[in-house]
């Protein structure tokens, strides 16, 4: 079994692993793609939303998690931030699979606004229509506290659908310097020959994801919760290493926006 450390906020954490783990081939993936976030160095920014558009699409989001959970598994929640209470592991399980899916976009018409948001922040006239299958779909992702549940530390632009992207982080509640998204900055840049990671999809106790797991860059690696407040997110680039998923609240689970964006004009063969 392969330790790896990494740190947050400069607070140290351990990964184990007994995947198989390789270094990447010389090249820097992003030089060959576009790069919606070549006005930001870091790889990421934090954005103002007003503060009256950042709280209808916040309830919003609310009211559609509360609905899902209730449709699916029967428990009506008040609070989400209780989540991690109301529903066991195995209602979880269950509930998780399904909702990690992900939604269409065109189901919630408060998200739509976030078009122009994106376009503006990245210069470029985007939409979450997806080049690669067409389709635009939203995700939100649920983070109980003191559990590793989300994807280790990774970059999505490993998987070819992912590419030429741009991300977003926005909190619907829970969302702390203590739970919030890690990112890595700089790292969109960095040469895959210096990354270590995992061979296949990573695998967390029973869960595998899609994505391999980064664990080392040079030797360390150092992620920072940027930490967006509750009428801002967070944008980024999808070659930025991010993730490492956890929840350091004691009582707290963390919800949170995900999408992506692509540019409008963007058709695969350019690719
Ligand atoms: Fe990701």
Redesign the pocket.
């Known amino acids: 079994m392969g330790k790896y450390k990494f740190s947050i906020d400069g607070k140290n954490h351990e990964f184990h692993t007994d995947q198989d783990v390789m270094y990447g081939e010389e090249g820097v993936i992003i030089d060959k793609d576009i790069d919606l976030m070549q006005d930001y160095s870091d790889g990421f920014t934090i954005c103002k939303l007003s503060k009256s558009k950042a709280e209808r699409l916040r309830r919003a989001l609310q009211e559609f998690l509360k609905t899902e959970i209730s449709n699916k598994t029967g428990i009506k929640l008040d609070n989400l931030e209780h989540y991690h209470k109301a529903v066991n592991i195995q209602v979880h399980e269950n509930f998780f699979n399904e909702f990690s899916r992900g939604f269409k976009v065109s189901s919630l018409k408060e998200l739509k606004f976030l078009d122009d948001e994106i376009s503006k922040i990245t210069s470029s006239d985007v939409s979450t229509k997806s080049p690669y299958d067409g389709n635009s779909y939203f995700w939100m992702r649920i983070i109980r506290p003191g559990i590793l549940e989300n ?1 280790p530390a ?3 632009v490993y998987l070819d659908y ?1 590419r030429n992207a741009v ?1 977003i982080y926005f909190p619907v509640c829970g969302s702390s310097k203590k739970s919030s998204l890690s990112i890595a900055p700089k790292t969109h840049k960095e040469n895959e020959q210096n990354i270590l990671r995992t061979v296949s999809g990573a695998r967390v106790g029973k869960r595998q994801f899609t ?1 391999p797991a980064i664990l080392h860059i040079n030797g360390s690696l150092e992620l920072i919760r940027p930490n967006p407040q509750s009428d801002e997110m967070m944008v980024f680039s ?1 070659y930025l290493v ?2 490492a998923g956890i929840n350091e609240e004691i009582d707290l689970t963390r919800i949170s926006l ?1 999408m992506r964006f692509w540019p409008k004009n963007l058709s695969i063969s350019s690719c």
Do not use: A, Q, Y
């Open positions: 994807n990774h970059k999505d992912l991300n994505v999808p991010h993730g995900e």
